[in-house]
């Protein structure tokens, strides 16, 4: 894959589709009533951001359309792995908190990889839908998009889900742990 170029070969796209379209069929509860033909037209017609859920994937997110924005026309990708992206872990939360850390710094943060990606973070709120959608992050936690004020006061916050209940805690913007990543989105 040509990182540089953000667009898949023929090859590494229909491998996508294949995957993409198999994790559709198995999970219809995250989004009855759509078509896959459907979904699989209007990612053929976005080649970057098809590029963005190939890096999902690639980092381990196994992205599943989730819902379908009716005012935009676009459908809604989250990370639907079972625990937080192996291949996202042992970020800080932002650049500002990669900077500031003196020594032992992590490989980056999770909004810088998420920019680098095309997607965003969840939101807690979004972090919640997906939990109605099934049992995640119950061995791992994700940093989810901090409010600007908790951020402003040196902050960060991440959740979880743990004894059956979905919490959100807080932590220094410039902590990382090997269980936390970050889990996406990304409208299509």
């Not at 590029?51 to 009716?70: A, C, H, I, Q, Y």
């Not at 040196?154 to 220094?172: I, P, Q």
Request: one cysteine or more; glycine letters at 6%.
């Amino acid at each position: 894959m040509n990182n540089m170029k953000k667009e898949l070969s023929a090859k590494e796209s229909e491998e996508l589709f294949s995957t993409l379209k198999a994790r559709f069929e198995k999970n219809m509860n995250r989004h009855k009533g759509l078509e896959w033909a459907k979904v699989r037209s209007k990612l053929e017609a976005n080649a970057g951001k098809l590029w963005s859920l190939n890096e999902m994937e690639r980092t381990g997110g196994e992205p599943d359309v989730v819902s379908f924005d009716k005012k935009t026309g676009e459908y809604v990708f989250y990370d639907c792995s079972a625990e937080s992206p192996k291949g996202r872990r042992s970020l800080c939360y932002d650049r500002e908190a990669h900077e500031a850390r003196k020594e032992f710094k992590p490989e980056s943060s999770a909004v810088d990889m998420a920019d680098a990606m095309g997607i965003e973070l969840l939101s807690e709120e979004q972090y919640r839908e997906l939990q109605e959608m099934g049992k995640f992050d119950t061995k791992s936690s994700s940093w989810v998009k901090t409010p600007a004020n908790i951020r402003k006061l040196g902050g960060a916050v991440f959740c979880d889900r743990r004894y059956d209940t979905v919490f959100l805690y807080h932590n220094g913007a410039e902590s990382y742990y090997a269980a936390r990543g970050f889990r996406g989105w990304l409208m299509v």
